[in-house]
């Protein structure tokens, strides 16, 4: 080494020793994770019971502002389409929308943004879900049209053709215009071969291409019945008066015959899963890499979460540093754990400037998940990791809506809702010793999927 | 009467009830089931009072105090935004807010990123076209340290050569990935063209203006704008205003003030003439159109009226415009209008995807819609409807941390008057049909710039229609001016 070129590393070394004496001048150690939990008047009241007709309703009161979520929840995910029935599910949610008994086609948007509220919708594999947020004193209007809907949608052949065109024809707009959107759903049936889970909400098109109106009756006639649905309204109301709305509007719908719980997961991969789809328009290179956690211990599932934050969340999270600050192998590393019913995945999706840097990009992922096999979360990579999250936490129930959504997910997971203002605890109480043992009992080939993106 | 069918009375009885929706079957509805409910009283907002002061060094501080959220917002706002950079520096004002946080006389860019993140905290610096705005969302146990790394970053930042390139080359492949959105390709060329000559059009600058950006160039601009008495803070939680003031003090009192005046610029002249631009854009599949003017500043008078106006117009999916163009006349996917406040002056634009062969009829009904509002008043019915519509979405945008907080950046950056905030329902609620005619026959009069973004094969037949198209290639620069037969 040349005598320069020592001096500088000992500059270097001398100004990072400056440095880091500063800086823990400025900033002695933060306390420690136990210290930190719920901040001090936050609360998420809850109340629920059921309607004789089998809906199961919840209520959350907050009176900050005027607003309040009304959402509706059933269990019609795509993990109720039969083979053959892909985009069932999708169609359905779409079909919602074109009126029921005392609601022309799109009137249901039109009512709600004539007095300010936002709506929206979505499907996933267990669920399809429809909200709106509007003014608190405009709450039985979006009680009569949720009720309207659940009783009374109307579902003719030309409402079927027109939405399913509709949808196909936006489809394929999308996958021209972000080709790598493809490869994400063929990941999923990759990371789920168990179908029912694994099935994406539209696919090529063609199964939903050839629905019949009998389908979509059925599906319907089956899943969007009270007793397999979820109400939720969260914001300023009062419990007793929004009780006597929902009885009002939704206690005289007839349920429906009993739904079954759908088939709970199954996996039976040997080993590593590791595919090449050159076919696939990526922008250069780049892989897909997954692993499934399944069956999930008690406690996993906090683990996981905070796991997720060191190695995704954040400018300074483990991958990111690694890949783009450190090694400058990668331009891009995302990615976030994934629930699906029973199982769970996390998920990470790198892209990079040639195929090179992607075999180099998927051995450091590699090796960042074998330093925590090997124990190396400290405790301050632990707190950060957990401050973040609660950050998170907090920023995303700020508001009605994502109160509502988080309670739906509890309800469809058969958590107990009382437990949910000391969930966050759980994920706080969270060990660096949890974390090697989640990666040595899950981070296995068997539960490995990776795929590879561009040229060969 | 001989052969009609008689029925006994407890029947005729019976069949009234039913017919009034007391009939215990399920076949007949609820007769409360056929119309809407009526909605209750509205509740107040129940905002509290901004609560601001000024210290000594000229630094104003603002306390908004919001509920909801355990997470406190600290907004550091710098009253200079894009167009203060330099006429031939157009970007600097960007690069010098990017370059805050990427290291200081202490720590490093990376250590500083340790810091913000050991805290939890979310961090983000954003640029608008009159202020800069920096931005930590924290816990409420770390609001002290945040201050500290708020300071750090923006008292006392280092302009390396080094890091000043990575920025740069961050920036470009950001100006560069965006001229892949049709849609901002033809909002950029609006503005552009609506501020011709004028500061704000330094706001729309591309990836070849901040080659020229050094960081002497970065320095300057800081020593220039970044003092406490062209700053605010505003902080937003569930906090003490008197304890969290105090804190500030602590931390930025030392920073200096210095001699330094901002001249009011005065509003370009709005589009007064017909003139048609087509932008190329060789990946778009449908024509996007802009037709839009320059309008008032925030503090105008008519800002309420216009507020209704732009609502009836193209606020939602009910409006004239989306009514008009996708749901009667099928030629567009959407059809919207949305308005900008700046501090010398505002721009209002009508935005739709139309299918290519529609491009004609499509601007001739967005420029017959604009013409209507600017001549006939609008029935009281509709008028009403966007009053509700605003009112009542007041709250939703208040309501997320990020909402709440632009909210209040904006009236501390721009020193509008409480009728923004604690009195914006009656100002909402007091606008009439005749005001919101007068705010249409000022600003709706003059003929709109229209900006066409689309593939240049559509030049040929979509557009040959229009008397005469000005023809911009995809950064902006005029190709050519087509004169059309009609």
């Given amino acids: 080494m040349s005598v320069f070129r020592t001096l500088k590393t000992r500059m270097r070394k001398e100004a990072l020793v400056v440095a880091v004496a500063a800086f823990a001048a400025l900033f002695p150690a933060l306390p420690a994770g136990g210290q930190e939990s719920m901040a001090p008047g936050w609360a998420l009241p809850v109340q629920e019971y059921r309607l004789k007709n089998g809906l199961r309703v919840i209520l959350s009161e907050d009176d900050s502002l005027p607003l309040v979520t009304v959402a509706v929840a059933y269990r019609a995910g795509t993990v109720r389409e039969k083979p053959g029935q892909e985009g069932l599910a999708y169609l359905l949610e779409t079909l919602m929308f074109q009126g029921s008994e005392n609601v022309g086609p799109l009137q249901h948007v039109g009512y709600i943004q004539k007095i300010g509220g936002e709506l929206n919708a979505t499907t996933t594999f267990d669920k399809s879900l429809f909200y709106q947020t509007l003014p608190s004193n405009q709450l039985a209007l979006a009680l009569w049209l949720e009720s309207d809907r659940m009783r009374s949608v109307r579902i003719t052949g030309a409402s079927i053709e027109q939405q399913r065109s509709r949808l196909l024809e936006e489809h394929l707009r999308q996958m021209a215009a972000e080709p790598i959107i493809g490869s994400f759903s063929i990941f999923d049936t990759l990371l789920y071969p168990d179908l029912l889970y694994g099935r994406p909400l539209i696919g090529s098109g063609e199964q939903m291409g050839r629905l019949t109106d009998a389908d979509v009756s059925a599906f319907h006639r089956a899943f969007y019945v009270p007793n397999n649905a979820v109400l939720c309204i969260v914001g300023s109301i009062q419990a007793a008066k929004a009780k006597d709305l929902v009885a009002r509007y939704f206690e005289s719908i007839p349920p429906g015959p009993d739904v079954p719980a759908p088939l709970p997961p199954r996996f039976e991969q040997e080993g590593e899963v590791a595919v090449f789809h050159p076919d696939l328009a990526a922008p250069t290179a780049g892989f897909h890499l997954g692993y499934r956690i399944h069956p999930l211990q008690p406690g996993d599932a906090y683990a996981l979460k905070i796991l997720e934050y060191i190695l995704l969340k954040g400018k300074t999270a483990r991958l990111r540093a690694r890949l783009i600050d450190k090694d400058r192998t990668a331009y891009h590393v995302s990615g976030g754990l994934e629930e699906r019913g029973a199982a769970r995945a996390l998920k990470i999706f790198c892209l990079t400037n040639n195929v090179v840097m992607a075999d180099r990009s998927h051995r450091a992922v590699m090796s960042e998940i074998e330093r925590i096999r090997q124990g190396s979360v400290s405790e301050d990579d632990l707190e950060k990791a957990k401050r973040f999250f609660r950050t998170d936490y907090f920023r995303r129930l700020a508001t009605r809506q994502e109160r509502a959504f988080m309670l739906l997910e509890a309800s469809f997971s058969d958590r107990p809702l009382s437990s949910l203002p000391n969930e966050l605890d759980s994920y706080l109480r969270v060990t660096a010793r949890n974390l090697t043992a989640l990666v040595i009992r899950h981070f296995v080939p068997r539960n490995k999927v990776y795929m590879r993106l561009g040229p060969r | ?486």
């Fill in chain 2, 1 to 486: 009467m001989r052969g009609a069918l008689r029925f006994p009375r407890w029947a005729v009885v019976l069949a009234a009830a039913w017919a009034l929706g007391f009939g215990p079957s399920l076949e007949a509805q609820e007769r409360y089931r056929r119309t809407p409910p009526p909605a209750e009283t509205r509740q107040g907002l129940g905002l509290a009072a901004l609560e601001s002061f000024e210290m000594a060094n000229g630094l104003k501080v603002t306390v908004a105090f919001r509920t909801g959220s355990p997470l406190v917002t600290l907004q550091l706002i710098i009253g200079a935004g894009e167009a203060d950079s330099p006429a031939e520096l157009p970007g600097a004002a960007s690069i010098t807010a990017r370059m805050i946080g990427r290291g200081s006389k202490l720590l490093s860019g990376g250590q500083i990123d340790d810091l913000i993140e050991s805290l939890g905290a979310d961090y983000s610096a954003t640029v608008f076209m009159d202020y800069t705005v920096f931005k930590l969302e924290v816990l409420p146990e770390f609001v002290d340290r945040a201050l500290l790394a708020l300071r750090l970053m923006v008292l006392e930042p280092v302009f390396s050569e080094r890091v000043l390139a990575t920025v740069k080359r961050a920036t470009a492949f950001e100006q560069t990935d965006r001229k892949k959105d049709p849609e901002f390709v033809g909002w950029r060329h609006l503005l552009r063209l609506l501020f011709e000559g004028h500061p704000y059009r330094a706001g729309t600058y591309g990836e070849e203006a901040i080659k020229l950006i050094g960081s002497k160039e970065v320095q300057s601009f800081y020593s220039r704008h970044y003092l406490p008495n062209n700053a605010v803070i505003v902080v937003s939680g569930n906090v003490d205003a008197a304890a969290v003031s105090t804190k500030i003090g602590e931390h930025f009192s030392a920073w200096t003030r210095r001699a330094f005046s901002r001249a009011q610029v005065p509003p370009p002249p709005p589009n007064g003439r017909e003139r048609i631009c087509f932008v190329e854009n060789a990946g778009s599949q449908d024509a996007i159109i802009f037709a839009g003017n320059v309008i008032m500043d925030p503090a105008a008078p008519e800002y309420f009226p216009f507020l209704v106006l732009n609502q009836a117009l193209g606020g939602a999916t009910h409006s004239r415009l989306f009514m008009n163009l996708r749901e009667s006349k099928g030629y567009a996917y959407y059809a919207f209008s949305e308005a900008e406040f700046y501090r010398s002056c505002g721009v209002f634009w009508v935005k739709a995807r139309v299918t290519p062969e529609f491009i004609h009829p499509a601007v001739g009904e967005i420029v017959r819609e604009l013409k209507a509002l600017s001549l006939e008043s609008a029935p009281a019915v509709e008028i009403e409807e966007a009053k509700a519509y605003l009112v009542g979405n007041l709250p939703l945008k208040l309501e997320s941390l990020e909402g709440f907080s632009e909210w209040t950046a904006r009236l501390a950056a721009l020193g509008l008057d409480s009728g923004h905030w604690n009195r914006i329902l009656e100002n909402i609620m007091v606008v009439n049909i005749e005001k919101v005619l007068a705010a249409g026959r000022k600003y709706l009069s003059p003929a709109p710039l229209v900006v066409i973004v689309g593939r240049r094969e559509w030049i040929l037949d979509s557009l040959a229609d229009f008397r005469v198209v000005e023809v911009y290639d995809s950064n902006g620069a005029l190709k050519q001016t087509i004169l059309n037969r009609r």
